[in-house]
């Protein structure tokens, strides 16, 4: 159908550790997109991915799309206590966003 | 600018009361959706719209209720609430330009039935 898994549900990580989350699709995407949401807040956009085998980067975020535009990761390098919240990827349809059931990233000082 | 504003922040209804959630953004994006969001389901499409005068169902539809009469303006009612409707609820508003899309949401409402 049209949604996105997305593993794993939760992680706890110390601060200084590397985290990733991926996000697995049984059709082919348009595209992907990841989102972030701090505690108690609100998904804030931070990338989308369009083309096969795509990686891009922001500062310690790296962000990739599948060869077969079938699957996604996010790997966060050292994570640090401002990076505790969930993640999100969303793939775009037909004016519709579809989400993925997140990753909540716990991080430990 | 506001971004996509949401109102109210918290509301507490009991079980057949009805209400409407106001959303409003001030983007001129044509696209507006109301999501809502439950502990480990992430966020599930309720119904979107694609311009004024313009809506259609997304995956848990029932019970709710919208209309698009202004690109700004996207409320949604809730006609009968039941307790399984205890949820945060977004609404979103997006552009599209070419391939580059991007969701920007409200800061959410957050809804206890009893």
């Known amino acids: 159908g049209q949604q996105v898994m997305q593993i794993p549900q939760y992680q706890h990580v110390q601060e200084g550790e590397d985290f990733t989350t991926y996000c697995n699709s049984s059709?082919?995407?348009?595209?992907i997109q990841w989102y972030k949401q701090r505690p108690g807040g609100h998904p804030v956009f931070l990338i989308q991915?369009?083309?096969?085998?795509e990686v891009k980067k922001q500062k310690r975020l790296t962000f990739q799309f599948g060869e077969a535009k079938k699957n996604s990761s996010l790997h966060i390098t050292a994570t640090q206590t401002t990076d505790v919240g969930t993640y999100f990827c969303?793939?775009?349809?037909?004016?519709?966003?579809?989400f993925g059931s997140g990753t909540k990233l716990n991080v430990k000082p | 600018n506001a971004g996509v504003t949401q109102t109210p922040k918290f509301q507490v209804l009991k079980t057949g009361q009805s209400m409407t959630l106001q959303c409003a953004q001030d983007?001129?994006?044509?696209?507006m959706s109301w999501y809502r969001q439950d502990p480990g389901m992430g966020l599930r499409l309720i119904h979107y719209?694609?311009?004024?005068?313009?809506?259609d169902q997304g995956e848990v539809p029932n019970g709710y209720n919208v209309s698009r009469s202004t690109t700004e303006d996207f409320p949604l009612r809730l006609l009968s609430a039941a307790p399984s409707q205890t949820s945060v609820y977004f609404c979103?508003?997006?552009?599209?330009?070419?391939?580059?899309?991007?969701?920007?949401f409200g800061q959410g409402t957050r809804l206890t039935v009893v």
């Open positions: 719209s694609v311009g004024a005068g313009i809506t």
């Open positions: 983007m001129n994006h044509e696209y």
């Open positions: 969303a793939r775009y349809n037909f004016n519709k966003f579809y």
């Open positions: 979103a508003s997006s552009y599209l330009s070419g391939r580059n899309t991007e969701a920007f």
């Open positions: 059709t082919t995407l348009s595209n």
């Open positions: 991915l369009v083309k096969s085998g």
